[in-house]
């Protein structure tokens, strides 16, 4: 609800387009955090690699739009496809790896993906990119903010509303026994293989959507989208949100899209305050920051009743 409120009542506050954009980049940034935060909050899993999915979903509605002329409508869909089927082939070998190595085996992935795309210059347009074809969605021009704010915040609010209902149903209860103890879950029952290939592809579904939004978004797509800076950006939000917060991830998304806008006056010294900002929250607010706000209202309402 309150996320929802938020959505239907920034338009009214900032209603400058370069605002509008920016916080159209949030909402899409925060959908893909929220699939991250699924594997990684609740099901425990790490990855470094879903920079790739957010290119494979970016370059499905560039290559559909540009060479074959289709509309958003079926080169969105069919990014989640690729990127489905993708996430199962590989996750199926590399989620039997744990910990530091599942680390590096799903950053072997995105970065095979951008060597891929950087050299298979005749479909991708190589280390620049290519242009991404704005056609009619359902008969609808996709320009102007307005339309992709409404656009990306519906999408952000179905996606949120996806991974709560997942949180609170019998597979989100398999994830977070998964999550505290693979042993102690395998012995209740759980079918580990099963639910940790599940959130890897569920998680890769929300990547691929939020690529095919920033590609026709910006009408443009580089490589770049797979690079490893790219995913370490997207676990950077899901961990300073908070790990198993939809609300945090959201959170975690707008402190990255926005510190680099509120600070571009340092010039120089940008880069070091974000990093400086980072380091603060993980030393005070080790479980994010929407859990330990949670926590410290919680332990402040008890304080309040018992005294």
Known sequence: MLLAAVIVLLPFVFTANFHLRVIVLVWIYSLAAIGLNLMMGYGGQVSLGHGA??????YAVAVGSSRWGLSPAVTLPGGVLVSAALAFV?????LRLKGHYLAVGTLGFGVLVFMALTNQVAWSGGPDGMQVVRRALFGWDMRGNIFWYALTGSLLMIGAWIALNLANSPTGLALRALRDSEIASSSLGVDIARQKLFVFVLSACYASVAGSLIALFNGHVTPGLSDFMVSVQLVTMVVLGGMGSVLGSVVGA????????????????????IGFVMVASAIFLRAGIVPSLARALQSRNRHDITS
Do not use: N
């Not at 590989?90 to 590399?94: D, E």
């Not at 707008?254 to 880069?271: C, F, K, M, R, T």
């Open 90 to 94: 590989v996750g199926r070998p590399i």
């Open 53 to 58: 999915f957010l290119a494979i979903g970016a």
């Open 254 to 273: 707008a402190l990255l899209v926005l510190l680099p806008q509120v600070l571009s006056s340092l010039h120089d010294y940008e880069q070091a305050f």
